[in-house]
């Protein structure tokens, strides 16, 4: 496979349940991210990864939790969701984070919280 | 605050015709602008790139334009078709990561 890949696609989970979002790339980068992707918002920043550590955290409620084990896999993990957490979430990755880079994208996980 | 606006929000052209979308920022101290193709429900896909010390950049039937003393880019589309019918967004990059506009949903009539 070749590009950003992340499962499942779609998702469904209850307030209560706990789920675990994956996201990997094939691109030999070394920075990954998570956004948000809201009705009628922009896209939002929500994590950066740059060789596996946290390089920044956009003000995300801790019911989300990302994980990056190397530089090819990130996870988001999700507990004790809201409703207005449903959204489509857009995992990333980019040589670095230096900002000249260009950024690669997946196809996204569309989560529904019930 | 880097705030990066977009329009028109929504355009409908019939095909053949060629178009123009609109992106502007506010802080002109940018690394790059991006343009993608986002398709309902889907992830995003790269467009063009231009850095930040060039103007314009071309691949195929697009044309991606920048003005950072101006805090303007604009997207132009060659001869459109059915298919380039979609959502654009542009994004500046002024330092970790991207920020985007709300973006232009384009229909394209056959």
């Known amino acids: 496979e070749t590009g950003v890949t992340q499962t499942p696609r779609h998702l469904v989970m209850g307030m209560t349940n706990k789920k675990s979002l994956k996201c990997e790339q094939h691109l030999g980068h070394n920075a990954m991210y998570w956004y948000k992707q809201s009705a009628k918002k922009p896209l939002e920043l929500m994590f950066v990864?740059?060789?596996?550590?946290?390089?920044e955290n956009n003000s995300v409620p801790s019911r989300f939790s990302p994980e990056c084990p190397n530089s090819s896999h990130l996870f988001l993990h999700l507990h004790t969701l809201q409703p207005e957490d449903s959204a489509l979430y857009l995992c990333?990755?980019?040589?670095?984070?230096?900002?000249?880079?260009?950024?690669?994208f997946g196809q996204g996980t569309r989560l529904t919280v019930v | 605050k880097q705030e990066v606006t977009q329009i028109p929000a929504a355009l409908s052209v019939p095909e053949g015709e060629n178009l123009v979308l609109n992106c502007s920022f506010t802080?002109?101290?940018?690394?790059?602008l991006q343009w993608f193709r986002q398709d309902p429900g889907k992830g995003l896909t790269s467009l063009l790139l231009i850095q930040s010390s060039q103007r314009e950049q071309t691949s195929g039937r697009l044309n991606a334009s920048l003005d950072k003393s101006s805090g303007r880019s604009t997207l132009y589309i060659a001869a459109s078709q059915p298919g380039d019918s979609a959502t654009y967004l542009c994004?500046?990059?002024?330092?970790?990561?991207?920020?985007f506009g709300k973006g232009t949903t384009l229909s394209v009539s056959s």
């Open positions: 990864y740059n060789f596996k550590e946290q390089t």
């Open positions: 802080d002109s101290a940018i690394y790059n």
């Open positions: 990333a990755s980019s040589q670095d984070t230096q900002g000249y880079t260009e950024a690669f």
């Open positions: 994004a500046a990059s002024a330092g970790t990561a991207l920020i």
